[in-house]
């Protein structure tokens, strides 16, 4: 069963064009600080068309914002390892299309990144999952769970079921993502995962009370359990 953490993990996956801003950029990096503030654990630079020198400016913000805020936050960048280190980001995310899992958490442990780097794995299938933790990952994400836009290429919904299954099927933390919302990311919670992952329950959540409160509600559900 995968090790449940002290509370569950919220993590904001960022999007910088669904906020449809004048300097996008600049907007996410506001959304990533209320985001921050409102008590989400992790962020998730995920902005794979920006310059490899636009991204390091963007994650070196999101970091700073971590350490002001001085609650623990962590920030991981998708896919793109140099890019993490440089900015002594928390850790990368992987996809299908990344250096594979064992290649990077085999070279992060030869001492080229901090012990506490974490190297996390997007996972569709149950023996994905499986695989990521054979390969030494920290952390997966699995879904789709539910119906959403972004993740249609990744075949039909998991279901709340499927996730249950993935959860009891490793030690490591499985984080549900796809279509999550407060409601249904509630259900995740309860159903054994030990953390939700969103972009638009962040990025369309009214900022300031409205965030904290949801925030507040998810990682209170794992209380029922």
Known sequence: MSSA????IICY??????????????????????AMAAGTDWVQVREKDLTARALLELVRKAVEITTELGAGGRVVVNDRMDVALASDAHGVHLGHESVPAREAV??????NAPADFLVG???HSLEEVRQAERDGAGYVFFGPIFETPSKAAFGRPQ??????????EVKIPVIAIGGVNEKNGI?????????????RLFQG????????????RIRNSGKDN
Request: hydrophobic share 35%.
């Open 159 to 168: 279901g709340i079921e499927k996730l249950g299954e993935a959860c009891r």
């Open 187 to 199: 259900d995740c919670i309860r159903g054994g995962a030990a953390g939700i992952a969103a972009i």
């Open 106 to 111: 085999r070279w992060c442990r030869s001492g």
């Open 13 to 34: 996956v960022t999007d910088r064009r669904a906020l449809g801003a004048r300097d996008p950029v600049e907007k996410l990096v506001d959304r990533i600080g209320a």
């Open 121 to 123: 794995v997007s996972c």
């Open 205 to 216: 959540a009214r900022t300031g009370g409205g965030l904290e409160d949801a925030v507040e």
């Open 5 to 8: 953490p002290d509370r569950p």
